[in-house]
């Protein structure tokens, strides 16, 4: 190999692509990305699809069958639950904790009102959540025809 010389300027370009930095930021990224998923993964809320309707026995299809599903409304001016109306958070609360101890089906079907912001329905699963309920489901709110 040839000792370059700087004084004489007779120094030759490089003209090869320095892999070594590209090599660094792609493995940066790649511990930031390895990192970050899990707590990515364990912050989403988690949607189960409804199951087939066999997938019950059928005695237990006689009691779910006879109890009226719970359904919790989410609008602009506050929570009904079914057709209670619910002003606060304790107030829904302690109406699903009472209703939810009744039932042995545990689950609640909820529907949001058009222009109701992402955090109270959020704040709305996670009350019905610590009230005891075992299932939430999300169903899209069907416009009456007039």
């Excluded at 199951?51 to 779910?64: H, I, T, Y």
């Excluded at 606060?88 to 939810?100: H, I, N, V, Y």
Aim: charged share 30%; hydrophobic share 45%; glycine share 4%.
């Amino acid at each position: 190999m040839k000792k370059k010389v700087l004084d004489k300027g007779e120094a030759e370009e490089i003209s090869e692509i320095n892999v070594v930095p590209l090599a660094d930021i792609s493995l940066v990224l790649l511990i930031v990305l390895m990192i970050i998923t899990p707590m990515v993964m364990q912050s989403m809320i988690k949607v189960f699809a409804s199951r087939s309707a066999v997938a019950a026995p059928a005695d237990q299809k006689k009691d779910l069958l006879k109890e009226k599903p719970l359904f919790l409304d989410i609008r602009e001016d506050g929570y009904f639950l079914n057709t209670n109306k619910m002003s606060s958070d304790e107030d829904l609360f302690m109406g699903l904790r009472g209703e939810l101890s009744r039932k042995t089906d545990r689950s609640v079907i909820v529907t949001v009102g058009k222009n109701v912001l992402h955090g109270t329905v959020v704040r709305a699963l996670d009350v019905a959540k610590q009230a005891g309920a075992d299932k939430l489901s999300l169903l899209k709110r069907v416009a009456a025809k007039t």
